[in-house]
Structures are given as structure tokens and as C-alpha cells.
Nanobody, 118 residues
Framework: QVQLVESGGDNVQAGGSLRLSCAAS????????MGWYRQARGKQREVVATITYSRVTQYTDFVRGRFTISRDDGRKTVYLQMNSLTPDDTALYYC????????????WGQGTQVTVSS
């Protein structure tokens, strides 16, 4: 299993940037596909971006070209660089870990709030 702790959420004006971090507590970080999801008020949770151990990435259409997901296996940390933020990006952002080696498991962090003002 793995514990996930997000950080970096903040209040920012439209057009600004933020970098979210997710620290993973596990000795087998390489066994996990990592990702970021978000949930806006009154909306269901949706995927933002994912990244495999081999650094294959996927992005939702709304953030492609603006956001970049990356991982540092030495630090056991996943990042989400967010540029050109808009009010529609306002949401609680969750870190996600999916174990793909051996027994499959899924884990979520507690979330970090991103608020974008007009």
C-alpha cells in the first residue's frame, strides 16, 4: 500500500501558474502508475493527467497543452505543473496511485485546493 500527501494548492489569478506535489510513502514506487484527479464544487471527480513508470502520459482535453505531469522516482514524488489557469480549473485536486505490479490496488490522497480568480 501507499500513503499520498498533496501540497501546492493556492489561490491564484487567471493566467497564473501553480505546481502541485504529491509525496508517496512506499518502498516500491516504481510499481505504481500515478495521476492527478480533480473535483469541482457540485461536480463529479474527473481525471486530469496520469503517468506510468516508463513516463507515458495522458491528459484530459481541457488541460492538454497547459498542464504537465511528471515524476521523480528518487524523491517518490509526482508533480503537476499548471499554467494559464482559468476559473474553470478551480477544484480540489487529488493525487492517485494505482499498483500495476502484483496485486492491483488504488489509493487517494486527501486533496489540495486550487482556486482561480477572474
Amino acid at each position: 500500500q501507499v500513503q499520498l500527501v498533496e501540497s501546492g494548492g493556492d489561490n491564484v489569478q487567471a493566467g497564473g501558474s501553480l505546481r502541485l506535489s504529491c509525496a508517496a510513502s512506499t518502498k516500491m514506487f516504481r510499481d505504481y502508475t500515478m495521476g492527478w484527479y480533480r473535483q469541482a464544487r457540485g461536480k463529479q471527480r474527473e481525471v486530469v493527467a496520469t503517468i506510468t513508470y516508463s513516463r507515458v502520459t495522458q491528459y484530459t482535453d481541457f488541460v492538454r497543452g497547459r498542464f504537465t505531469i511528471s515524476r521523480d522516482d528518487g524523491r517518490k514524488t509526482v508533480y503537476l505543473q499548471m499554467n494559464s489557469l482559468t476559473p474553470d480549473d478551480t477544484a480540489l485536486y487529488y493525487c492517485y496511485a494505482k499498483k500495476v505490479i502484483g496485486t492491483r490496488t488504488e489509493n487517494w490522497g486527501q486533496g489540495t485546493q486550487v482556486t482561480v480568480s477572474s
